[in-house]
C-alpha cells in the first residue's frame, strides 16, 4: 500500500537514502542514531525561530494587503478592524500551532498534524495542494513584491516594465534557493539579519507616522467608518488579505524537529512574534492614513513607497530596498520551512523517495528544497498577484482550519498525550470556525478562483489513489517515483 518511511540509510553519491521497513523515529524520541546516518540537526535557537517567524510574516504582506483590505472593507475605520482582529486571530492560530508544536515533536507542520489527526488520505491532500497551489503561488507573490520594491528607485519617474519586474524576481527566487540548498546556518544568519531589516523598514514608516499625528494630522480618520459599506461578499476577501499579511505565524512548525528545546522555544518564539508583529502591523497602517487619503492608497501601486515620497524626500528612495529585503526574508524563511514539509512527507511515502535524501556534506533537504523552482516560475509568468492571493487563500486556510480542528480531536481521540503547553479549548474552536466560514464565504466571494483552488484540491483524492493505494503500478511507473 504506502512506501514504508526511511530508517536505514545506503549512501548513493552526494546523498543519503533509506530503504528498511517502519517509521522513522522523531529526532527526540531517544532511540539511537544508527552508524552513517544523516539528519537534520537542531540548529534552531529561540532567537533564530523568532527570526524565522517574524522574518517569514513581514514580507510582502504589510505592503500589498493595505489595498486589498481597503478595498474590500469599504473605509478606514473598517480596514483598522480587520486588520485588529486578524492579529488576534492570527495570535489564537499561533497558540494552537504551539500546542501541537509542543506534543507531536516532528517536522512538516500541517501535513504531520493532519497525518497524526485524520490519517493518510487529508494528510496527503494537503502536501499535494501545498506543492501545486500554496507554496509556488505564495512564493510567486512574494517575489513579485521583491522584483517592483527592488526595481523603485530606479524608476522612479516612470512605470516599472512588468517585464523586468518578472526577471529580477526569478533571479531573487533562484538565488533563495540556491542559499537553502547550501547551508542551514547560512540561511538562518541570513533571516536574522533579514528579519533585523524588516523591523527597520517597519520603524522607518511608524516613526514619521507618529510624528503625524502629534502635529494633528488626522484628517483621514475623520468618519473612519463613513464610505462604502463592507458587504458580505467582501469581509471575506478583505480577512483572506489580511491573514495572508499575518501569514508565516506556522513555520517554525515545519522544523519542529531542528529546534532546540521545543516544549519551551516553540511557545516562547510565537508569543513573541506575534506581539511585536500585532503591534507593528496596526500602528503602520495608522501611519499610512496620516499622509495617504483612502482614494490616494487605493490608487499607489507601492504603498511604502508613495507613503515615503510624501514626508521624506531624497531618503524616500532607501523604503523601497528595506522592502525588497523584507520580501526577501519572507521568501527565505517560507522555502526552509515548507522544503521541510515535503521532506518530511516524503519519508512517510507520499512524495517520491528522492525528496526525504539529505546533503550528507551540507546537510540540507537540497532535492525537497529545488522541486519548488519549476512551479514557482510557471506561478510568476502566468499569474496575477491578487488573483493569486485569493487562489492560494482559499487552499491555504481550508487546511489551517483543518489542523486546528483537529488539535480539538486529539484532545478526545488522545487524551493522554503530554500536552507541555495547552490552550483553552474556545480558542481552537473559534480559531477552526473562522478558518472554515471564510472558506465557505470565499466561494461564493471570488468563485473563480477559490473555485480553481477547490478543483485542484480534490484532484489530491485520485492522485492518492493513483500513486499510493495502487500497488499493481508497472515498473516503469514504480521507477519514475523512485520506488
Known sequence: MFRKAAVTTVSNGNYLQGQTNGRLPSMDSGQPAQEGKVVLKKKVTLLRGISIIIGTIIGAGIFISPKGILKNTGSVGMSLTVWTVCGILSLFGALCYAELGTCIKKSGGHYTYILEAFGPLPAFVRVWVELLIIRPAATAVISLAFGRYIL??????????????????????????????????????????????????ILIIIVPGVIQLIKGETQHFKNAFAGNDAS???LPLAFYSGMYAYSGWFYLNFVTEEVENPEKNIPLAICISMIIVTVGYVLTNVAYFTTISAGELLLSKAVAVTFAERLMGSFSLAVPVFVALSCFGSMNGG???????????????????????????KHTPLPAVIVLHPLTMIMLFNGDLYSLLNFLSFARWLFIGLVVAG????????PDMPRPFKVPLFIPALFSFTCLFMVALSLYSDPVNTGIGFAITLTGVPAYYLFIVWDKKPKWFRKLLGK
Open 335 to 361: 522555502i526552509f520551512a515548507v522544503s521541510r514539509m515535503f521532506f518530511v512527507a516524503s519519508r512517510e511515502g507520499h512524495l517520491p523517495e528522492i525528496l526525504s535524501m539529505i546533503h550528507v556534506r
Open 407 to 414: 488539535l480539538i480531536y486529539l484532545r478526545y481521540k488522545r
Open 232 to 234: 458580505v461578499m467582501g
Open 152 to 201: 523603485e528607485p530606479f524608476f522612479m519617474q516612470c512605470e516599472i516594465p512588468e517585464l523586468a519586474i518578472k526577471l529580477i524576481t526569478a533571479v531573487g527566487i533562484t538565488l533563495v534557493m540556491v542559499l537553502n540548498s547550501t547551508s542551514v546556518s547560512w540561511s538562518a544568519r541570513i533571516q536574522i539579519f533579514l528579519t533585523f531589516c524588516k523591523l527597520v523598514a
